[in-house]
C-alpha cells in the first residue's frame, strides 16, 4: 500500500517536473523591461494600441497595429526582430524595428534608448514630427537608422558621434536644418550617408573626409553652401554621387571624376562646373549633368562607357558635332548648341530614346519623324 502511494508520488514530481522543463525550454520570451518600452514606444509613435496579446512580439510574424492601417499590400516591413540567445536561449531582446509606411502620426520615441540591443531601426514614410531625441545618444550600437520621408525638424545632434559602427544614416525627405556637424567625421563606419531634400545650409565639414568607406553619398535638394569638396576624391569605394541642386558649386575635382567604382554621378543645378569632366569609372550607368553650365564638345570617350544606359547633360551650352554611331539607352541632349547634320542610320535606328530638342542640329529632307526621338526645335535649319 505505502509502496505503492510512494511510487505514485515519485512518478507524479518526475512528471510534473518534465513538463515544467519542457515547457520553460520550449519557449524563451521577450525580457520583461523590453515587453514594457515597447508598449512606451507605440504610444509614442502614435500607435494607438500595440495588441501585444497575441503573443510574444519577437515570435510574431508581423506586429498586429491596432488602428493603424498599413499602406502597403503584402508587406514584411513591420516587423521587430530579436535576439533570443541570452540566458541560456531562454530571454530575448530586441535588436531591429521596421515600421515603414504605416501612417505613424506621433513622434521618434526617447523610450528607445531603453532597447540595449537594439542595432536597427527603419521608420521611414510615416508622418513622424519633431527633432532626433537626446536619449538616442546613449544607443552607440546602433549600425542602422533610417527615418526617410518623414515630417522631422531640427538639427542633426553631434551625439550621433559615438556611434562607431553605425553603416547607414538616411535622413531624406524631411525638415531637418542647421549644419553637418563636424563630428560626423568620426561616423567612420558609415557607407550610406543620405540627407536630401532638407533644409541643411552651411558647407560641408572637413572632417567629412574621413568618412573613406562610403559607398552613397547623396545630399541633393539642400542649402549647403561651399564647392564640392575635394576629399570626397578620396572615397574610393563611392559609387553613387548626388548633387541635385545642393547649393554646393562646382568644379568638380579631378580626384572625384577619377573615381573608379562610380556607377551614378548625378549632379544638376549648379554652377561653376563650365567643362565636361574626364570620368574615369568604367562602371559608370548613370550619369547626369545637367544645367551646370557647361560649355565646349561631349567628349567622344563618353560613346564608349560600356554600361552606360543613361545619359543627361541637358540645358548646357555644349557645342560641336555627334560623331557617334551608339547612344546609351535614354539620352538627353535637350537645350544645347550641338550642331552638325543628324543622319539616319545612326541615332536614328538606334533603340534608344533620345532627345535632341532645343540644340542646333541640320536635318536631311529625306530625314522621318521617330516616335523614339524628340526632334522638336532640334534645328535652327529647318525648325518645322
Ligand atoms: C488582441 O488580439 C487577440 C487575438 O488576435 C484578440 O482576440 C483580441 O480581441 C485583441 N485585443 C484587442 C484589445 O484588440
Ligand atoms: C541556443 O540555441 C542554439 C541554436 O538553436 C544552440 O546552438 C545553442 O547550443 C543553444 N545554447 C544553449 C546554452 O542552450
Ligand atoms: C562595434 O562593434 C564591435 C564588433 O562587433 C563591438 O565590439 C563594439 O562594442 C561595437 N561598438 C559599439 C559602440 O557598439
Ligand atoms: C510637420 O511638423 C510641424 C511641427 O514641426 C507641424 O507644425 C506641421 O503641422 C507638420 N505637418 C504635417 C503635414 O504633419
Ligand atoms: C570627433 O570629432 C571631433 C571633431 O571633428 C573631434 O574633435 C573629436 O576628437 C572626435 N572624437 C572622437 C572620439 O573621435
Ligand atoms: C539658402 O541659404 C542662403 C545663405 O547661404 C540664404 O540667403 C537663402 O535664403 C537660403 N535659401 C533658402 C531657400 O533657404
Ligand atoms: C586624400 O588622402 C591622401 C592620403 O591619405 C591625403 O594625403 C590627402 O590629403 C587626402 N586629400 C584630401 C583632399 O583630403
Ligand atoms: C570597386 O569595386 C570592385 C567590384 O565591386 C571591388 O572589388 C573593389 O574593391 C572596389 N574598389 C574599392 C576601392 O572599393
Ligand atoms: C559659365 O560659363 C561661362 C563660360 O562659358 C563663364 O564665363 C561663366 O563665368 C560661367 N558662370 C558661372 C556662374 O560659373
Ligand atoms: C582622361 O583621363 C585618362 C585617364 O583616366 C587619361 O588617359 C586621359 O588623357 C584624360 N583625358 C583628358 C582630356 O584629360
Redesign the pocket.
Known sequence: MWVVFWALLLFFIIITSFFATLTTSASPALHADELHALGEIATTLGIKRLNLSDGDPCFLETLKLGGVVSNVVNMPFNNIVCDCSFNNNMTCHITEIFLKSTSLPGKLPPELAKLRYLQKIDLCRN?L??SIPMEWASMPHLTFISLCAN?L?GPLPPGLQNFKNLTFLGVEAN?FSGHIPDEFGNLTSLTGLELASNQFTGSLPSSLARLVNLEIFRISDNNFSGIIPEYIGNWSRLQRLDLQASGLKGPIPDAVARLENLTNLIISDMTGINSFPNISSQVIQNLILRNVNMSGPIPSYIWSKPVLRSLDLSFNKLTGVLGINLVPKLTYLTGNMLSGEIKSGVYLNSKSNIDLSYNNFSWPSSCQERSNINTYRSSYLNNT
Open positions: 508622418y514630427s519633431g515630417n525638424s525638415q
